[in-house]
């Protein structure tokens, strides 16, 4: 399980500036900081608000819109399932219930639209990782590589 | 390395989803312990997701496929170096009837070579299509792709020599075009495949529409549930960039998105890349004319700019020599869902789905009954078994109230219920409205309740008559086709699936 650093103006300032002289680089400002602090929060929609001269409301309004920006980083591995139409198709809402019996209380369980994935159903994606065919079996050991700290 | 046995294996997100790397690395130990040593040459997916994982071994490239980690050992004790046979040989791909009855246009390298070798990708007739471009002049380029008659492959399926030749035509001291990566529709992966396996074919495509509109920046908006096609076009652009092929003259920027589906929708895509919430642009103006920061923007799929290069090279009859009706050329169709053997079939038009549905994917994985499609994602639309017969057709599925989309289709065997496939519609639209019309914003979520109300029993007819509707109302007054084609799948199930929306599906 990453351990996120501490916010942290100085080096959070390193991450957005080069972004703030291409047009349009507030996504990719944001994106840094997630990347780099597991979230998006306060503390960095202020500082990107006062690089980009926008105001605090509208890039609130930016990082709001976007179901990737998270407000505080994940406390615990974060399991995405896929719930979209092939996935459901091949049992993804059994798989989904599986998973929240199996692991509810330690792992961040998220619905996700499809991962591409869409010939090899159900799909779940777990950091930059996705993985196919997922049988309630090949859930539980994934799950157990997850809490090892396999990702 | 003289002696060293090539193995081909794929770098592609679904060849590894099911363990490709593991069975790869199994075979390297194993490969030491018995003394053969392995020169492995990582390619695209060669599309067949049912054989995956997936290597071809030797100059004849055998492969064998679907593999475990436990089947290694077998397959040395089988020679597989050398071809031998083992339960897994699928012999050649060439000669496999899977991708023998395909006709591979766009995809015509995938799987060949090495995905990020500049060298490979030339020595297989890369760019090719740029070089004529730059023999040709712009007018003659928007020629073979008037001749073409290359239609998007985003959704739309709007002709692309007409929106290039606007492009081209409007006058302003900057333009941009835009790819358009983000690929939101479930059931689909073309676009994904076509980056992490052949990205130099996309980024010729892009050159070749920069020249001829007089663009001077590209973007490829990528979704960022794609890690690989970034990683993989990351690279890619790179290797062109130190060729010289990119540079001031011309060159493109990754961007990634941050998962919304409205974001795949064009004026949503521009707003996103200007770095504000993307919510939907009313037209006009269009893209075309007024796009990315005001400028003249042209925004195609990934697909449809990676269908250029071969346009170019080869002309734009040959390409309108393939198709059906108004559809010519190919549709790289993508086969997913309960389907036995699922993957990327790049067909003609004209092929029925029929045969998609039971020649290439062998019917359902379940071995139950085929009872539904969905074809052209969450704005598509299903189609019962008896339905089967169209040809892949943007106007024949016009006329049954659908469309291709972007080619996905998905196989539902006969335990899918289609009142909760016509609920999941509505949510999913309530999920990714941008929020900017009211029909699509409040009408999806009304869409769920009276949806719940429905399956629960109640007063089934007078909310069947609500949905239908709200449908309406969805229809004539969203701001673009994500509450406007909601409808599409809701009132399809409805039609064709009555008793599943009378509690006739659990009873
Ligand atoms: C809600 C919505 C989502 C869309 N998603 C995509 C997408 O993910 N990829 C895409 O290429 N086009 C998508 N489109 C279609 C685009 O708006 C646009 O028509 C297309 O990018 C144009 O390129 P083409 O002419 O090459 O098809 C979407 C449209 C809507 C209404
Ligand atoms: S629908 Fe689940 S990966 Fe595409």
Known sequence: ?151 | MTNAVPLYVARETAARSVGVEEVLQRILEVGKERGISFDVIRTGGRGLHWAEPLVEVGAARIAYGPLEVTDVEGLFDAEFARGGDHATRLGSLNDHAWLKGQTRLVFERMGLGCATDLEAFRSLGGFGGWERACDLGPDEVLDELDASNLRGRGGAGFPAAIKWRTVKEAQADEKFIVCNADEGDAGTFSDRLLMEGDPFCLIEGMMIAARVVGAARGYIYLRSEYPLAKEILSEALEAVRQDGLLGPHFDIELRIGAGSYVCGEETAMLESLEGKRGEVRAKPPLPAHAGLFGKPTLVNNVITLASIPWIVARGGKAWAEFGHGRSRGTLPVQLGGNVKRGGLVEVPFGMTLRELVYDFGGGTLSGRPVRAIQIGGPLGTFLPENALDVPLDYEALAELGGSVGHGGVIVFDDTVDMARQARFAFDFCARESCGKCTPCRIGSVRGVEVMDKIIAGDDVNENIALIEDLCETMKEGSLCAMGGLTPQPVLAALKDFPKDFHGGFGS
């Open chain 1, 1 to 151: 399980m990453t351990v996120w650093p501490k916010w942290d103006a100085a080096v959070a300032r390193d991450l957005v500036v080069p972004h703030s002289n291409i047009p349009g680089g507030l996504l990719p400002a944001l994106h840094g900081m997630q990347e780099h602090f597991g979230c998006v929060a306060q503390g960095a929609i202020d500082l990107a608000a006062d690089v980009f001269n926008l105001s605090r409301a509208e890039v609130y309004g930016v990082v709001n819109f976007y179901d990737d920006f998270r407000k505080t980083p994940p406390e615990m591995p974060v399991l995405k399932i896929c719930m979209a139409e092939a996935c459901q198709a091949v049992g993804a809402e059994g798989l989904k219930r599986h998973a929240v019996d199996l692991a509810g209380g330690r792992m961040e369980i998220e619905d996700v639209f499809c991962l591409g994935n869409c010939a090899c159903g159900p799909s779940v994606m777990a950091g930059s990782s996705v993985y196919g065919r997922v049988s309630p079996e090949r859930l539980d050991t994934l799950v157990g590589l997850l809490e090892g700290g396999g990702e």
